[in-house]
């Protein structure tokens, strides 16, 4: 008998919607996920650490990935900025038994849903409106405004894909989100 193809969950949403938060929610309420870590070229923030956060590697070394066939997916994000999934880090995630959860870009996360991986979730997060946006990228204080007009371009853009996955979620208020994304994602693990 054949074991069953391994689960994964995808969140996606433009910068600031929140997905990084819900996906925080999810892998403390529920002990079978796993992060899936994300390679990137992009520099650490201040709180982050290589191999919790993100791998980081310079674009020389993400370019060498890439032609090795290491990485599952992967998309530049922005000019010069690399973001892509290992390989070895799904791997290393089913081989233990969990089922992974991406928190990653919306054309990363298009790509991996286009790819007709068996037994995926798949949820957009998105703001009611890009001026709510505009105020939770300026909230987290780490954005420059040229940055930040930047993100929020991309976001309109962005949003265009919201279609291509499973679940939509609006996300202006938290507990409502949480609770959202907790029916989705234990209806899909009961599976």
Do not use: W
């Not at 995630?93 to 919306?106: E, H």
């Not at 371009?153 to 996300?171: M, P, Q, S």
């Not at 609770?179 to 693990?189: C, G, N, P, T």
């Amino acid at each position: 008998m054949q074991s069953p193809s391994p689960k994964i969950i995808i969140l996606t949403a433009p910068s600031g919607s929140g997905k990084t938060t819900l996906a925080q929610y999810l892998l403390a309420k529920y002990p079978e996920l796993d992060f899936s870590v994300s390679a990137t070229t992009r520099a650490p923030r201040q709180h982050e650490a290589n191999g919790i956060n993100y791998y980081f590697y310079n674009e020389n070394e993400f370019q060498q990935l890439i032609s090795e066939g290491k990485l599952l997916e992967y998309q530049e994000v922005y000019p010069g900025q690399f973001y892509g999934t290992l390989n070895a880090e799904v791997d290393r995630i089913c081989s233990a038994g969990k089922t992974a959860l991406f928190d990653i870009d919306v054309k990363g996360a298009y790509n991996l849903e286009q790819s007709n991986l068996p037994n995926v979730l798949s949820v957009y997060i998105k703001t009611s409106s890009l001026d709510v946006l505009r105020q939770r990228l300026i909230a987290r204080g780490t954005e420059s405004s040229e940055s930040i007009e930047k993100r929020l371009f991309k976001a309109k853009e962005e949003l265009e894909y919201a279609k291509y996955f499973d679940y939509v979620i609006t996300n202006d208020r938290l507990e409502l989100a949480q609770k959202m994304i907790s029916v989705l994602v234990e209806d899909f693990l009961a599976r």
